[in-house]
């Protein structure tokens, strides 16, 4: 523990916890209609799936919008774009709170857009604080950086009781504050290593289109204007957004989609990240209408669940350090799709399916460390780039997974049919990591494990 800490102190440490709480609180904005929903379903008297559509919304809009931002991280200063988004972020509470009346579901849906903005957060705090460490740092400070996604734990403890006690609407605005802080950390420590190239302009105008293209994309998705409606228009609703945001990238960034190893780890991520986030934008509806819990105990487990799988992802990234990023990723996935597979074929006794959703997160964790320690390593150029893409590909599985259990919940009055699904992805994944893993493993004298330390304020080459 003590040479971690020594290792932190030898790069920017101040600019990584600055990073850490620009996540944490984008994370807590992301996911705040999730511990929520239990409130906003009953009132605006939503059906299953429609429920499940409103949850996921602001988990595509944050997994879309991470391949702009992650591209305009590429070209402009990265305590800048944070400071935007967490102005993009807060006015969605903004809204609740001076609202005259309760929203509508359509309001509510341009709403989740822009809580996207918080969880889109992921492609410029992660890159920022990688920037200030060596390469052989990346696993640990990123894993450190990423665990900001301990934000969900905010949303499970924190506003349920609120909801009860003032409503929902009212709870929503206790965020603001936690974003005022991570605005404060920002301007005082965060710092940004790394070095910048391309057209601020385009970059800037690329952001600015995708937010309004999504916004605009899923009220006509929710007014099955795109010539299909019901399941099918929001099934395809994350096809249409990323083919918009891929079009905006240059040319030469489009050519890492040509690469087999891009869509692996997008997969991967899919499944690992997508399970994190999707679950817990899910969980509290998911335990009540298994288990016939109270909505604010809900809450608690949602908190505890996400703490479990925040808390081991700088573990994960640690093990792949040390062990390899491949090797632990056959773990984590075997673990998902076996906790998964249980849940298809039968419903667990309360204690049991507590416990096996605690198993699941702990892999979600462990498998989100891995990845992305393989990220800088595999992509040292385009780490600002394949940030934002994988990010983009895990928040997409995210989206799927509470709109997929909210349509066969609503279909067969089981939620069997939609964890079989995700156990047979989960296995996929497993078999192509097996295949191709081995060539994601760097050589020893790639890495350069004696390598010192850079100093505060350096550069990190590349990107």
């Known amino acids: 523990m003590a040479k971690i800490g020594h290792y932190l102190r030898s790069g920017d440490w101040r600019s990584l916890v600055a990073s850490f709480l620009y996540f944490d609180t984008g994370f807590t904005v992301w996911l705040l209609f999730g511990p929520l929903a239990p409130y906003m379903g009953p009132h605006l008297h939503?059906?299953?799936?429609?429920?499940?559509?409103?949850?996921?919304?602001?988990?595509?809009?944050?997994?879309?919008?991470?391949?702009?931002?992650g591209n305009l991280y590429q070209t402009l200063d990265g305590r800048t774009i944070a400071l935007m988004g967490i102005t993009l972020s807060a006015l969605t509470p903004l809204y609740l709170l001076l609202a005259p009346a309760a929203p509508t579901f359509g309001v509510l849906l341009v709403l989740g857009v822009l809580l996207g903005v918080g969880g889109a957060s992921f492609a410029v705090a992660l890159p920022m604080a990688g920037s200030g460490y060596p390469p052989r740092m990346q696993g640990l400070v990123l894993g450190l950086a990423a665990a900001g996604n301990i934000g969900a734990v905010l949303d499970g403890v924190l506003f349920p009781p609120l909801a009860r006690h003032y409503g929902w609407q009212a709870a929503m605005?206790?965020?603001?504050?936690?974003?005022a802080l991570a605005a404060f950390a920002l301007w005082v420590w965060?710092?940004?290593?790394?070095?910048?190239?391309?057209?601020?302009?385009?970059?800037?105008m690329g952001f600015w289109g995708a937010l309004i293209f999504l916004a605009a994309l899923v009220m006509v998705t929710h007014k099955g204007w795109l010539g299909v409606s019901g399941h099918p228009a929001?099934?395809?609703?994350?096809?249409?957004?990323?083919?918009?945001?891929v079009a905006l990238l240059p040319s030469a960034q489009r050519r890492v989609l040509r690469e087999g190893d891009a869509w692996a780890?997008?997969?991967?991520?899919?499944?690992?990240?997508?399970g994190f986030v999707g679950l817990s934008a899910y969980v509290s509806v998911l335990l009540i209408a298994l288990y016939h819990i109270p909505k604010v105990l809900a809450g608690l487990l949602m908190a505890g669940l996400a703490f479990s799988g925040a808390t081991v992802r700088p573990l994960g990234g640690l093990l792949a350090d040390h062990a390899g990023g491949p090797r632990i990723l056959l773990y984590a996935l075997?673990?998902?799709?076996?906790?998964?597979?249980?849940?298809?074929?039968?419903?667990?006794?309360?204690?049991?399916?507590?416990?096996?959703?605690?198993?699941?997160?702990?892999?979600?964790?462990i498998g989100n460390g891995a990845t992305f320690q393989m990220v800088p390593l595999c992509w040292p150029k385009r780490r600002g780039l394949?940030?934002?893409?994988?990010?983009?590909?895990?928040?997409?599985?995210?989206?799927?997974?509470?709109?997929?259990?909210?349509?066969?919940?609503?279909?067969?009055?089981?939620?069997?049919?939609?964890?079989?699904?995700?156990?047979?992805?989960?296995?996929?994944?497993?078999?192509?990591?097996?295949?191709?893993?081995?060539?994601?493993?760097?050589?020893?004298?790639?890495?350069?494990i004696e390598a010192q330390p850079v100093p505060t304020g350096a550069a990190i080459e590349g990107d």
């Open 46 to 69: 939503l059906a299953p799936a429609a429920l499940g559509f409103l949850v996921a919304v602001p988990v595509l809009s944050g997994a879309l919008l991470r391949v702009p931002l």
């Open 173 to 179: 605005t206790a965020v603001l504050p936690l974003l």
């Open 190 to 204: 965060g710092r940004d290593h790394a070095p910048k190239a391309g057209s601020i302009p385009r970059a800037l």
């Open 234 to 245: 929001v099934l395809l609703l994350p096809v249409f957004g990323m083919a918009f945001m």
């Open 265 to 274: 780890f997008f997969l991967i991520y899919a499944i690992t990240f997508g």
């Open 334 to 365: 075997s673990g998902i799709a076996l906790v998964d597979l249980a849940f298809a074929l039968f419903v667990p006794a309360p204690a049991v399916g507590i416990a096996a959703l605690f198993a699941l997160y702990f892999c979600f964790g």
């Open 386 to 448: 394949m940030t934002g893409l994988i990010g983009a590909a895990g928040g997409i599985g995210g989206f799927y997974l509470p709109v997929v259990l909210g349509i066969v919940k609503q279909a067969t009055a089981s939620y069997r049919g939609g964890f079989a699904v995700f156990a047979g992805l989960a296995m996929v994944a497993t078999v192509l990591v097996q295949v191709r893993g081995r060539s994601w493993v760097l050589p020893a004298q790639q890495v350069d």
